[in-house]
């Protein structure tokens, strides 16, 4: 044929090598490509085309190992159809260069519109978990794994790298037009590591550890409670109940002086106890420990063992967090949020949660 047609390097024949029902294994037919290849005269006037077929279910690792054997070209199918068991599926091969960092030469940045376009052309459904293109291949319901995948991405934003390596996800959600809001998924085999990165995307509060362990238990409680996957929303309104401010609390914060010294502090505070108003005082080496101090007139005895501290956002829409972690005089712990536009209120308000937690 290629005598006839005198095929050039600028005009080349497209030589297409098929494996219709997969009569061999994978390394199998790309020895079978190279030998093609390496005997074939003329061969830079030639392409050649792979054509795998998925009947032993290797029809990626086939078309894989057949470029690496020689070969110019992959002939396929979106996410595989194709009758049988269908043909290779070029967006699995494609994505596999590109997770390899060989541009395959085709846009997938909108994977979902890819996904809709097949359904929609041959009312086929994908499934949920076909590489790269089903709905929970970047969804991590398991403990250890979700505790992973945030360290991951805490290392990642520490050393700002652009390189990409975050456990369980080969390639950016991103780089698909994925978000990162379904990477972590809540039910009842989630842990502590899931719940805060859900709690740290959705709200930007990055707990402590020993309060992620804390939260956990509740939003454990809650998934076993409903029997279902937990949203963002669910796992929002459970903190706010268990740790933020409520006008039902014992202790109300209504307003705040502090003044003295460094090292000697007084805080004044107007607070509702049990529904009544009242004025409470304490000294104390800061803010916090004033607090303490004037709380012990009327409530819980309280040791702080832990304070944390950071920003939400930037600018002047910034907000403040604070967490504390106190022990009672009967030895229990208890955790407290606060949240404010000012970073000295939000530590009183956590104080005064850890207080209504006593």
């Known amino acids: 044929v290629m005598d006839v047609l005198r095929p050039t390097p600028d005009a080349p024949i497209i030589l297409n090598l098929p494996a219709t029902v997969e009569c061999a294994t994978p390394n199998v037919y790309a020895d079978q490509i190279e030998l093609f290849c390496r005997d074939l005269p003329n061969r ?49 091969v494609a994505l596999n260069l590109y997770t390899q960092g060989i541009d395959p030469g085709l846009d997938l940045s909108d994977i979902d519109q890819v996904v809709n376009t097949v359904q929609y052309c041959t009312n086929i459904p994908v499934h949920p978990r076909t590489p790269y293109a089903g709905d929970l291949v970047f969804t991590a319901f398991s403990g250890s794994h979700q ?53 740290e995307q959705d709200r930007g509060l990055k707990l402590p550890k020993r309060l992620q362990a804390d939260f956990s238990a509740h939003v454990q409680a809650l998934a076993d409670e409903t029997s279902r996957e937990l949203g963002a929303a669910d796992i929002w309104a459970r903190f706010e109940a268990t740790y933020l401010p409520r006008e039902s609390d014992r202790f109300v914060l209504r307003d705040y002086e502090e003044s003295g010294t460094s ?94 937690r006593a």
Request: proline share 2%.
């Open 44 to 92: 830079d006037a030639a392409v050649i085309s792979l054509h795998t077929h998925n009947d032993r279910g290797t029809g990626v690792a086939a078309a894989e190992l057949g470029l690496m054997a020689g070969a110019d070209r992959v002939e396929g199918c979106l996410l595989g159809n194709g009758e049988r068991t269908g043909n290779c599926d070029l967006v699995t």
């Open 263 to 356: 090292g000697d502090r007084l805080f004044v505070g107007h607070v509702s106890v049990d529904g009544e108003e009242r004025s409470i005082a304490g000294r104390g080496n800061g803010l916090i420990s004033g607090v303490i101090a004037a709380l012990g007139e009327t409530g819980p005895a309280l040791d702080v063992v832990d304070y944390n501290e950071h920003a939400i956002g930037h600018g002047a829409d910034a907000q403040a967090a604070a967490y504390v972690e106190c022990r009672t005089a009967d030895g229990r712990t208890v955790f407290g949020v606060g949240l404010d536009t000012d970073i000295a209120t939000a530590s009183v308000r956590a104080v005064l949660s850890a207080a209504n």
């Open 147 to 199: 505790d992973a995948i945030k360290k991951g991405f805490a290392a990642r934003e520490r050393q700002n790298d652009l390189g990409w390596e975050v456990p369980y996800l080969p390639i950016d959600p991103a780089d698909l037009g994925r978000s990162y809001e379904a990477v972590i998924r809540v039910n009842s085999q989630s842990g502590k590591g899931g719940v805060a990165w859900v709690i």
